[in-house]
């Protein structure tokens, strides 16, 4: 029997108001291997989440900004304690391989630990007064009801990342986890409420977090209009960021959008190539290219071209896909079947419509025990030329696209040539060229001999362009989308002083 899991509201966990359910199974095992029934929630079961939440509000934003900070701290430890049951089970429930599993975990680790600490900070700035005897303040206050909702490649580092700073500062939450990893957002939840209750005792706060389970269609249409939610976080794709921003936005909601990406290498001809390899093959085929910071497009000088692409393809087909739990697997599998048909929809593209030359996989992967899963093969196009559809749209998959460029303003011109503006990446030994690079690529994260994934907790993470709309996560940053400032001027001149009216 599958293990039935339920939404939490005000402290209790339970059913949907209409008693609808999901199926979650394992993206490698899908025959095999049923990961649980959660609820399909409705606009009802929203509505009574976001209510929770605003009456929760009211207290939490007066438990003192270090209690708080308390709170995540305990939130860390427990993730600590069960950092390899958590990981087994989200690769149980996405596909990515174990070790990138527990990486994800030790990114929400990391992040509570931040938050924790931050709860001693949360600095405001003072300023001197125009006038005498008047003293100017400033300071944070948290904003209200956060709705967060977010993707399932990251399943516990990214709700971390909006859900901790977000509490911490003083609002309450009402979450929307991606339908294909909810076990692990529902474990994320466990652990914050347990906490929560642990830190204070019998000044317990039921509401301050709230998940419910379900479709974006209606649980996520439900959270982004709901006139009660004050702000919306959102990692997922542009057309979905897109339609938050009219309508969250539309309601002048604050909202932060963490959207796709089409991010390059740059491999010079001075690089070191071994380096320049080993990065790109983790950049590209790491979480089965589903990041995204993702490396989708390899740009090489025409110097080391054909032998790059050489030594490339031969480890390429080298990885070894299976079943993420399982030590000696490299690749998993995509995290769904649309996921996977998606992928190799692409593909058809790259051959189709852009006529590029595909010089490995491009198929289904289904020898042996694969057959029960979602694995695609690694693939590469090279001679890909700038503006073909599979250089420039985001497609969530193991697809490299390669370009050969002539010079460094040649691969940066390329680099920049797309909509998006997240991960970037140079190879190079000429420091002159990594400066160059780091100026003029128009991206939010530029690695210097490293791949384009793996950016750290604690740095600002976000991009330009289409990546989203300016906000960033993680970070110190991430605390100024949090917090409303509010401003105050003290006057102990015991007389009327006119600011405004010209005294000089
Ligand atoms: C994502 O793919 O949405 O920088 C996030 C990285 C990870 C986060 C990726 N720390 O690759």
Not at 215 to 220: H, L, N
Not at 343 to 362: F, P, R, S, T
Not at 401 to 425: E, F, P, Q, W
């Amino acid at each position: 029997m599958a293990e039935k899991f339920k939404n939490l509201i005000n402290g209790v966990w339970k059913d949907s108001t209409e008693g609808n359910t999901f199926e979650n199974r394992n993206p490698a095992k899908w025959n095999e291997d049923i990961i649980g029934i959660f609820p399909s929630s409705t606009k009802e079961d929203v509505d009574e989440a976001v209510a929770a939440a605003k009456a929760a509000f009211e207290k939490w934003r007066l438990i003192p900004a270090p209690k708080r900070g308390d709170i995540l701290k305990v939130v860390g430890d427990r993730m600590s304690e069960r950092k390899d049951e958590i990981a087994f089970e989200m690769t149980r429930e996405m596909g990515k391989v174990f070790a990138e599993t527990k990486g994800d975990v030790q990114e929400g680790i990391d992040t509570a630990y931040y938050a924790a600490s931050e709860g001693r900070r949360l600095f405001g700035y003072n300023a001197p007064s125009e006038l005498q005897n008047k003293m100017n303040l400033s300071f944070r206050v948290p904003i209200g009801v956060g709705g967060f909702i977010t993707p399932w490649n990251f399943p516990m580092a990214i709700p971390t990342w909006k859900i901790f700073p977000a509490l911490v500062c003083g609002n309450t939450c009402v979450f929307k986890p991606a339908e294909l990893t909810p076990k692990t957002a529902a474990t994320l939840i466990e652990i914050i409420e347990a906490s929560i209750k642990e830190v204070l005792g019998k000044e317990y706060i039921p509401g301050v977090v709230n998940i419910v389970h379900g479709k974006g269609r209606i649980v996520g249409e439900a959270i982004i209009s709901h006139p009660d939610v004050d702000l919306i976080s959102f990692t997922g794709s542009t057309l979905v960021g897109k339609r938050i921003n009219e309508v969250a936005g539309g309601d002048l909601k604050r909202v932060s959008l963490e959207l796709g990406g089409k991010n390059a290498q740059i491999v010079m001809n001075d690089a070191d190539t071994e380096l320049a390899l080993e990065a790109v093959l983790w950049g590209a085929f790491g979480t089965t290219g589903q990041r995204c910071t993702a490396t989708s497009r390899l740009i090489l000088h025409k110097d080391i071209y054909d032998d790059f692409i050489k030594r490339l393809t031969e480890k390429v087909n080298k990885l070894k896909l299976g079943y993420g739990n399982e030590p000696e697997t490299q690749i998993g599998p995509c995290v769904s079947e649309s996921q996977r048909q998606s992928v190799h929809d692409y593909v058809k593209i790259g051959l189709e419509e852009d006529k590029a030359n595909m010089i490995c996989g491009g198929e289904f992967a289904t020898d042996g025990e694969l057959s029960d899963g979602w694995f695609y093969k690694p693939t590469i196009f090279a001679d890909v030329k700038p503006g073909m559809r599979i250089e420039q749209e985001e497609i969530f998959g193991p697809v490299l696209s390669v370009i050969k460029c002539s010079d460094l303003d040649d691969a940066i011109r390329i680099l920049n040539g797309t909509k998006y503006g997240l991960s970037s990446s140079i190879f190079t030994k000429n420091v002159n060229d990594a400066f160059k690079a780091i100026r003029d690529i128009k991206a939010g994260i530029t690695y210097v001999n490293g791949a384009t994934i793996g950016a750290e907790a604690h740095m600002p993470f976000g991009g330009v362009k289409q990546t989203g709309n300016g906000h960033r996560e993680g970070g110190w940053t991430v605390y100024d989308f949090y917090t409303e400032w509010k401003v105050v001027y003290i006057d102990y001149s015991g007389k009327l002083q006119r600011a405004q009216i010209d005294n000089y």
